[in-house]
């Protein structure tokens, strides 16, 4: 058994000027801060509960900005605020996949 019931993992990688799109050079360090809040804030934070952690590159930052979402394994991408908040409420609250922001598994882009 999981010691959170969901484990959020924002990239946070910063590639240098030039190189490939990265996550955080699409925001992703203020998204996680948000996001870090708002979970707080709705009392989702804890043991047994919903862990938002940041995450160096996960391979994936070309569909990014990226964050995946343990047990489930569900990848998603995202752009402003409203994403965040239809992540936090639609699977972290109630246990629904928001299909709109979701990354195909098989999805190789990197």
């Given at each position: 058994?999981?010691?959170?019931?969901?484990?959020v993992?924002f990239c946070?990688?910063?590639?240098a000027?030039g190189e490939?799109?990265s996550?955080?050079s699409?925001g992703?360090?203020?998204l996680?801060?948000?996001?870090?809040?708002?979970?707080?804030a709705?009392?989702?934070?804890?043991?047994?509960?919903?862990?938002i952690?940041?995450?160096g590159?996960?391979?994936?930052?070309?569909e990014?900005?990226?964050?995946?979402?343990?047990p489930?394994?569900t990848?998603?991408?995202y752009?402003?605020?409203d994403?965040i908040?239809?992540i936090?409420?639609?699977?972290l609250?109630?246990?629904?996949?928001v299909?709109?922001?979701?990354?195909?598994a098989q999805?190789t882009?990197?």
């Amino acid at each position: 058994m999981s010691h959170y019931q969901y484990h959020v993992f924002f990239c946070l990688n910063q590639r240098a000027p030039g190189e490939r799109q990265s996550c955080n050079s699409c925001g992703a360090d203020q998204l996680w801060a948000y996001a870090k809040d708002r979970v707080k804030a709705l009392g989702l934070n804890g043991d047994g509960k919903v862990r938002i952690n940041k995450a160096g590159c996960l391979e994936r930052c070309e569909e990014g900005p990226v964050i995946v979402v343990y047990p489930e394994e569900t990848w998603y991408t995202y752009i402003d605020k409203d994403d965040i908040d239809e992540i936090i409420n639609e699977h972290l609250v109630h246990g629904r996949i928001v299909e709109r922001l979701l990354i195909p598994a098989q999805s190789t882009a990197n």
